[in-house]
């Protein structure tokens, strides 16, 4: 039987060596951040929450966000990635949902779409494995799922460490899928024109 996953989308950061607002760079006739919300959305996924932090207002005035798509601000977003991981599982559990896994999507990779995303949740379904992560030179990251049975240990992650360390400690209980290069992220100008270019050969 399937269960029920929920989508954090993790787009709180300032984005600093952008030097610009990241999450409203125009992609694809949207956004970076629209693009992950309705990738998101379109997934097999149950929910979908999104995270702001830093340019919260001027980020939710500028972009549409779909119906689906619970909003939640995360006001230590200055601590880091961990932070918005905490605020989302926050939401998540006090809000009571039927969520058996989360899936955690970074707004910067929009290379991933949604049957990237069915990929990972298809593999998580089977129930062999309680983490289905993302292969990197680097190691396992995001998109990346948890089962439930991590959540405590993810809202207890020091600051800007992300879940890498928590991948890293359970690979006996984690399977890593290829991305084929959708893993690609934006974190400079460079970068976005880039993958501009890249996704406008696709």
């Known amino acids: 039987m399937n269960k029920n996953i929920a989508v954090l989308v993790l787009a709180a950061g300032a984005a600093t060596r952008m030097g610009s607002i990241k999450q409203l760079l125009p992609w694809k006739g949207s956004t970076l951040l629209e693009n992950a919300l309705q990738t998101a959305v379109n997934s097999s996924a149950r929910y979908v929450t999104l995270i702001t932090g830093a340019n919260a207002e001027a980020i939710i005035n500028e972009i549409k966000i779909p119906k689906a798509v619970a909003v939640v601000f995360n006001n230590q977003w200055t601590l880091g990635l961990s932070s918005s991981i905490n605020c989302g599982l ?45 292969s990197y030179e680097s190691g396992p990251g995001v998109p990346v799922i948890f089962d439930r049975k991590y959540f405590e240990e993810l809202r207890t992650l020091a600051q800007d460490k992300g879940a890498k360390s928590l991948i890293k400690a359970n690979m006996a209980d984690t399977f890593v899928i290829d991305p084929l290069g959708k893993e690609r ?15 406008g050969k696709r």
């Open 90 to 134: 926050h939401h998540i559990l006090e809000g009571d949902l039927e969520c058996d896994a989360v899936l955690m999507l970074m707004a910067d990779q929009p290379l991933i779409d949604t049957e990237y995303l069915n990929n990972l949740i298809s593999e998580y379904h089977k129930g062999a494995f309680g983490i289905v992560a993302t």
């Open 185 to 199: 992220d934006i974190d400079t100008p460079a970068d976005y024109s880039s993958l501009s270019r890249e996704a």
